[in-house]
C-alpha cells in the first residue's frame, strides 16, 4: 500500500521557520522525482520545488528561492522541507508528490504563517 505522510506543519510567525517533512512507504521512493506542491485558501495548487532520484538536482518556483530548501534522504525514504523567513503567503496545505511511472500524493499538512 502507497503511502505518502506529511508532517511538519503549524502555525507560525512571519520571519519564522518551520521542516516539513514526507514518509513515504509502499513503492521504490528512490527511483521517483519528488515535489512540494502547495495550495492557498481559495487558490489551485501551485508547485513548489522538486527534487531529482538521486538528490543531486533541485528546482523551486522563484518566490521561494533563497528560503526553502528541498532535499531526501532515500535512505530513511523521507522528502523534507525547511521553510526559512517564511511570510503571510506561504500560508497553504502543502503536499508532497511522487512522480514517476505513477503519481502519488499525501493527505496534505497546514502551515500557517500569521502574527
Known amino acids: 500500500q502507497v503511502q505518502l505522510v506529511e508532517s511538519g506543519g503549524g502555525l507560525v510567525q512571519p520571519g519564522g521557520s518551520l521542516r516539513l517533512s514526507c514518509a513515504a512507504s509502499?513503492?521504490?521512493?528512490?527511483?521517483?522525482?519528488m515535489n512540494w506542491v502547495r495550495q492557498a485558501p481559495g487558490k489551485g495548487l501551485e508547485w513548489v520545488s522538486g527534487?531529482?532520484?538521486?538528490?543531486?538536482?533541485?528546482y523551486s518556483v522563484d518566490s521561494v528561492k533563497g528560503r526553502f530548501t528541498i532535499s531526501r534522504d532515500n535512505a530513511k525514504n523521507t522528502l523534507y522541507l525547511q521553510m526559512n523567513s517564511l511570510k503571510p503567503e506561504d500560508t497553504a496545505v502543502y503536499y508532497c508528490?511522487?512522480?514517476?511511472?505513477?503519481?502519488?500524493w499525501g493527505q496534505g499538512t497546514q502551515v500557517t504563517v500569521s502574527s
Open positions: 508528490n511522487a512522480h514517476g511511472v505513477w503519481d502519488y
Open positions: 509502499g513503492f521504490t521512493f528512490s527511483m521517483y522525482w
Open positions: 527534487i531529482n532520484s538521486g538528490g543531486g538536482v533541485t
